[in-house]
């Protein structure tokens, strides 16, 4: 029997959300996340993937990983510490290891576990963390999950920042301090300051941890927004995932070898979950190695960022101030950003709409992601879309 208290609790906040039109209703895509999706049996040109570099269907993967089902079978058996940490698994690190530039790696089976395990194993109640305050969901649970005084710092401000750390430092009240950030943000496409950032956490000692879930293999010619900058050797935590440019799934920190030793003994996710499949494991292997080998599929994405870019900015849209290939389309209103990208899924395009509570109110956006593996013709197609309905709805 269901209980009274859970019934009412769920029919009363579902009905809410549905009256607030805060309901999301999830589409389920027939066959492969590519450049062109299915839904509903109708094809439409996919802008809303985070496959910026195709890898999810590309046929080296997969080859790779059907030959991982035969040789490894398709579950990896045990948790990491028992005698599930088969030799696939630590190829990956290895090779993840050499494409960051650190000393080691120590995989997780995604980004967001990857947050939960990593802070928590070095930041505790005793301790206090900066954080960016547009960090993604998975850093602040991470971080709610350690029990340190979390400090929020205005977006990208240094000033804030170093006004912060200089207080918690010079407090007294902690025995270690964390600045935390994302790489790249993913509703502007900003990327973080690290050059700033490092300055001031060399000068009052803090740990340093950047999520590059949307820098890696975008940036730093696909290193990340680390190599970006050349400071792999002044962030301790370099956290990635390997569900984005990479097209798998699974997360990773990359840092000294020591830090990885401590992660190993103390990060709950890896000691008490199992880790990816033996297919995951070499799959993305594959794509570092490919990574590594050409910059072919990294220079591809920016050309076609560009271009979609371009295309938006002389139909008359406001694209913001993105730095990486997240293109928002800055619509302002949040029911002329919804009916907006209503309209394109009719014109067969598919891009979200992002309104307030993601983005502050009044600054709804269509996001647009473009990948390596769109063609001229699909980026033109979409544009098209987006010129006939800016001018219908009067938005250009
Ligand atoms: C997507 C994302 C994650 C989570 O990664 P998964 O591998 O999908 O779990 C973590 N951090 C940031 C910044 C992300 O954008």
Same mark, same amino acid.
């Given at each position: 029997? @269901?209980?009274?208290?859970?019934? #009412?609790?769920?029919?009363?906040?579902?009905?809410?959300?549905?009256?607030?039109?805060?309901?999301?209703?999830?589409?389920?895509?027939? *066959?492969?996340? *590519?450049?062109?999706?299915?839904?509903?049996?109708?094809?439409?040109?996919?802008?809303?993937?985070?496959?910026?570099? *195709?890898?999810?269907?590309?046929? %080296?993967?997969?080859?790779?990983?059907?030959?991982?089902?035969?040789? $490894?079978?398709?579950?990896?058996?045990?948790?990491? @510490?028992?005698?599930?940490?088969?030799?696939? $698994?630590?190829?990956?690190?290895?090779?993840?290891?050499?494409?960051?530039?650190?000393?080691?790696?120590?995989?997780?089976?995604?980004?967001?576990?990857?947050?939960?395990?990593?802070?928590?194993?070095? +930041?505790?109640?005793?301790?206090?963390?900066?954080?960016?305050?547009?960090? $993604?969901?998975?850093?602040? /649970?991470?971080?709610?999950? #350690?029990?340190?005084?979390?400090?929020?710092?205005?977006?990208?401000? +240094?000033?804030?920042?170093?006004?912060?750390?200089?207080?918690?430092?010079?407090?007294?009240?902690?025995?270690?301090?964390?600045?935390?950030?994302?790489?790249?943000?993913?509703?502007?496409?900003?990327?973080?300051?690290?050059?700033?950032?490092?300055?001031?956490?060399?000068?009052?000692?803090?740990? @340093?941890?950047? /999520?590059?879930?949307? *820098?890696?293999?975008?940036?730093?010619?696909?290193?990340?927004?680390?190599?970006?900058?050349?400071?792999?050797?002044?962030?301790?935590?370099?956290?990635?995932?390997?569900?984005?440019?990479?097209?798998?799934?699974?997360?990773?920190?990359?840092?000294?070898?020591?830090?990885?030793?401590?992660?190993?003994? %103390? #990060?709950?996710?890896?000691?008490?979950?199992?880790?990816?499949?033996?297919?995951?494991?070499?799959?993305?292997?594959?794509?570092?190695?490919?990574?590594?080998?050409?910059?072919?599929?990294?220079?591809?994405?920016?050309?076609?960022?560009?271009?979609?870019?371009?295309?938006?900015?002389?139909?008359?849209?406001?694209?913001?101030?993105?730095?990486?290939?997240?293109?928002?389309?800055?619509?302002?209103?949040?029911?002329?950003?919804?009916?907006?990208?209503? %309209?394109?899924?009719?014109?067969?395009?598919?891009?979200?709409?992002?309104?307030?509570?993601?983005?502050?109110?009044?600054?709804?956006?269509?996001?647009? +992601?473009?990948?390596?593996? $769109?063609?001229?013709? +699909?980026?033109?197609?979409?544009?098209?879309?987006?010129?006939?309905?800016?001018?219908?709805?009067?938005?250009?």
């Amino acid at each position: 029997m @269901t209980s009274k208290v859970l019934q #009412s609790f769920l029919r009363e906040n579902i009905s809410d959300l549905k009256a607030r039109g805060l309901y999301n209703e999830i589409d389920p895509v027939q *066959g492969a996340n *590519g450049p062109v999706i299915n839904i509903d049996s109708q094809e439409l040109i996919n802008l809303s993937s985070n496959n910026y570099l *195709g890898l999810a269907t590309d046929s %080296r993967l997969k080859e790779v990983a059907k030959e991982a089902v035969d040789s $490894h079978g398709v579950g990896a058996g045990a948790v990491r @510490t028992i005698n599930g940490t088969l030799d696939l $698994h630590l190829e990956l690190e290895k090779k993840l290891a050499a494409f960051k530039g650190t000393e080691a790696v120590i995989s997780y089976q995604s980004g967001f576990n990857c947050n939960m395990a990593a802070i928590s194993a070095v +930041m505790d109640k005793n301790d206090a963390i900066l954080s960016d305050e547009l960090n $993604h969901a998975s850093i602040i /649970d991470g971080c709610r999950l #350690s029990r340190a005084k979390i400090i929020r710092f205005n977006h990208s401000d +240094m000033d804030d920042l170093r006004a912060k750390a200089k207080e918690a430092t010079e407090s007294g009240d902690y025995n270690k301090v964390m600045v935390i950030t994302d790489g790249v943000f993913s509703m502007d496409g900003d990327i973080a300051k690290l050059p700033g950032i490092v300055e001031i956490a060399e000068e009052f000692d803090l740990i @340093t941890y950047v /999520d590059d879930a949307h *820098g890696s293999g975008v940036l730093g010619k696909g290193a990340g927004t680390v190599k970006h900058f050349g400071l792999q050797k002044r962030i301790d935590f370099q956290m990635g995932t390997l569900s984005k440019a990479i097209g798998v799934i699974g997360g990773y920190v990359a840092g000294k070898a020591e830090l990885i030793d401590w992660l190993k003994v %103390r #990060s709950r996710p890896f000691l008490f979950s199992t880790a990816v499949s033996p297919a995951d494991a070499v799959a993305s292997t594959k794509a570092v190695e490919l990574l590594m080998a050409s910059t072919d599929l990294n220079e591809k994405l920016w050309e076609n960022s560009d271009y979609l870019k371009d295309g938006l900015k002389k139909l008359g849209f406001d694209i913001g101030e993105s730095e990486t290939p997240i293109t928002p389309c800055i619509l302002g209103d949040e029911k002329d950003t919804q009916a907006f990208s209503k %309209r394109l899924y009719e014109e067969g395009v598919y891009a979200k709409s992002i309104v307030f509570p993601t983005v502050p109110r009044g600054k709804g956006r269509v996001r647009n +992601m473009p990948t390596a593996a $769109h063609t001229k013709e +699909m980026l033109d197609e979409a544009l098209k879309a987006y010129e006939k309905i800016g001018k219908e709805l009067g938005l250009i």
